[in-house]
């Protein structure tokens, strides 16, 4: 799969049955998601839902959703679109193309998504850079659309993103993808409500991990 190409699958039917401190990229943490699985009980397996996930493609996510009627973008540049060189002034422009190619919605006929995944993401953009993103996703949004992501509170975060996997248990697999750390931006509420305009947070969740969930909407 490219990553500079938004795939899709469609699923009309449910089938049968700045690098500091190194850390482990050998064991995958399991964790619970409320959030993220309450904007999942919306699925349907008789209405279609489109969702976009901006993280990296995952077999097991895409497994999950097959059971519902859906269908399911996938951006699959997160590693590009984490990386902005904030020291440029002709970077957010560069970024903005970068973004424009991993979501290439058809737009004789845009989509009207009703769940954004953006994982991590947020954690690795400047306010500036996440601003853009919000604006450039609106147009393909509504008053249905719920928006979800992970914020860190810690000082210190994994260099590049980590991979995300929705399994079948309900639960969220997260594979770290660096051994390395970086400096964490330690967004708040009131940073987020800022840069997400006019998305607000409707509900907040601090996981075991130290991790806050946030789930969004107009």
Known sequence: MSSATTSAWTTDHPPSGRHQDKISVNEDIITNSPLLFQMLK????????????????????????????????????????????????DDLQLWLKILAKSIQFNQKDPPELDFIFLWSLPNYLSPQHLKALIEYLLPYTSAQTRLHTYIYNTQNMSAIPAKYHINRNQKVVVSSLSQHQT????????????????????????????????????
Do not use: W
């Not at 209405?47 to 976009?52: A, D, G, H, K, S």
């Not at 509420?189 to 996981?207: R, T, Y």
């Open 183 to 218: 400096k964490c931006p330690m967004y708040h509420l009131a940073d987020l409500h800022n840069c997400f305009k006019p998305f607000k947070a409707d509900h907040a969740v601090m996981l075991s991990s130290g991790v806050q969930e946030y789930l969004f909407s107009v």
């Open 42 to 89: 919306n699925l349907s397996v008789t209405e279609q839902r489109t969702l976009l996930d901006m993280g990296q493609a995952s077999q097991s996510s895409i497994d999950f959703l097959s059971d519902y009627k859906c269908k399911l973008f996938i951006s699959d540049s997160i590693s590009e679109l984490s990386k902005p060189d904030q020291k440029s002034t």
